[in-house]
């Protein structure tokens, strides 16, 4: 392993959230987190400034603060291009497209998409099982269905790569619920077809 690849191991390992799923610390701590982290992010250096800009990123999102999160989020996306990055970007891109899929899914398909490329890059297969994992569950919100259990089917093997069973047994089941919508929007696509061909008859 290079000297900067251990160092943003360690680095992913101090800030806890190499994970857009992951649990930083107990919520009740969130508040005081925040406050605690204000400030730093002006004076440490850029490793520093990104652990500082993500964990009040997480801490927002926690909160219910999707733009103050947003906002961190980006910032710290700055720093590790700023750093020339890799890792630290893809994680950024992770944090910024969970946070955004809820008011803004271009921008949030764009961050996956850009994670799941730079997981490919590091041979990061946890990354790329998440990041398949959130483009699926974009394109489900969508109600792109063939497109979503495509993303779900990738996830679920990146998932069984890297031993992730949490992963694997909730992109399973998402592609069980994409099957099962195509399927039945097949179904109302005929029905109605079959009306149609009915009412001209008729």
Not at 76 to 96: N, T
Request: charged share 25%; net charge negative; aromatic share 4%.
């Amino acid at each position: 392993m290079s000297s900067t690849r251990r160092r943003w191991c360690t680095l992913r390992q101090q800030c806890n959230c190499h994970n857009p799923f992951s649990e930083l610390v107990q919520v009740s701590a969130y508040p005081s987190l925040v406050s605690q982290s204000v400030g730093y992010e002006q004076v440490a250096d850029a490793p520093g400034r990104f652990i500082a800009h993500s964990n009040i990123g997480i801490a927002h999102q926690a909160l219910g603060d999707a733009a103050a999160a947003a906002e961190e989020h980006e910032a710290a996306l700055r720093c590790a291009v700023q750093m020339s990055s890799l890792a630290g970007e893809s994680l950024a891109c992770a944090h910024l497209g969970t946070v955004k899929a809820s008011d803004d899914a271009p921008t949030a398909k764009a961050c996956t998409e850009r994670r799941l490329l730079l997981s490919r890059t590091l041979g990061d297969a946890v990354g790329k099982a998440d990041a398949y994992l959130q483009l699926g569950l974009i394109a489900q919100e969508a109600r792109e269905w063939a497109e979503a259990r495509e993303a779900f089917e990738h996830a679920m093997r990146e998932a069984e790569l890297s031993g992730d069973q949490r992963v694997r047994e909730l992109a399973r089941c998402s592609v069980g619920i994409a099957e099962g919508s195509l399927r039945f929007e097949g179904m109302l696509a005929a029905a109605a077809e079959g009306a149609g061909r009915e009412g001209d008859v008729a």
